[in-house]
Nanobody, 120 residues
Framework: QVQLVESGGGLVQAGGSLELSCTTSGSIFRINSMAWYRQAPGKQRELVAA???????NYADSVKDRFTISRDNAKNMVYLQMNSLKPEDTAVYYCKLEIATRDYYAMDYWGKGTLVTVSS
């Protein structure tokens, strides 16, 4: 059974940095795509950053040039480096991966989230 666990969240002052990690466990044949989402209180969950298997990235306008999504294929881990953090970045951040457990079958998996709080 595949499981995702986010880590690295915490309290940081505006202008600071944090790196989030998404650790996978279970039988993983291939990670097809990777993404980070976030949800702030009273708001809808939104896509923050996405990374394709081919290395193409996509970022929300609000985080572009401040956040960087990356991966470590050997470890089956995904990261989100967050710089120049703003109070508006405060949210629960979720890792979402499309994972193939067999060559012919893939589905989306979500972590339970990690809280990032940015103080002003």
């Amino acid at each position: 059974q595949v499981q995702l666990v986010e880590s690295g969240g915490g309290l940081v002052q505006a202008g600071g940095s944090l790196e989030l990690s998404c650790t996978t466990s279970g039988s993983i044949f291939r990670i097809n795509s990777m993404a980070w989402y976030r949800q702030a209180p009273g708001k809808q969950r939104e896509l923050v950053a996405a990374l394709t298997r081919g290395g193409l990235t996509n970022y929300a306008d609000s985080v572009k040039d401040r956040f960087t999504i990356s991966r470590d294929n050997a470890k089956n881990m995904v990261y989100l480096q967050m710089n120049s953090l703003k109070p508006e970045d405060t949210a629960v951040y979720y890792c979402k991966l499309e994972i193939a457990t067999r060559d012919y079958y893939a589905m989306d998996y979500w972590g339970k989230g990690t809280l990032v709080t940015v103080s002003s």
